[in-house]
């Protein structure tokens, strides 16, 4: 299994990046699938979750500004964030629910600059 994000990059805060993650290897239609952040010296926390069905949901801290989606004909997650903070400052991952350890991927870095 090869998990692959992008997307991130350096933003101004209010602004907007959409991450992307390929998947390999993967029972992906079957797998509930999520965005994962982290910072250093914390630990890692989920954001956002999409079942296999299609339902979601999200971290309190970024409901009604992200957005999960998945595409099972093409094995993709992607997260769409809108109106960024500097405290969405982190690298993302995206890895299947519940997480598998050797599935995380080298992730992306999203920066939001005040």
């Not at 970024?62 to 993709?76: A, E, L, Y």
Request: charged share 15%; aromatic share 8%; with cysteine.
């Amino acid at each position: 299994v090869q998990l692959v994000e992008c997307g991130g990059g350096l933003v101004q805060a209010g602004g907007s990046l959409r991450l992307s993650c390929a998947t390999s290897g993967l029972l992906f239609s079957v797998n509930a699938m999520a965005w994962y952040r982290q910072v250093p010296g914390k630990q890692r926390e989920l954001v956002a979750l999409n079942t296999s069905g299609g339902r979601t949901n999200y971290a309190d801290s970024v409901k009604g500004r992200f957005t999960i989606s998945r595409d099972n004909n093409k094995n993709m997650v992607y997260l769409q964030m809108h109106s960024l903070k500097p405290e969405d400052t982190a690298v993302y991952y995206c890895n299947r629910v519940p997480t598998v350890s050797h599935y995380w991927g080298q992730g992306t870095q999203v920066t939001v600059s005040s």
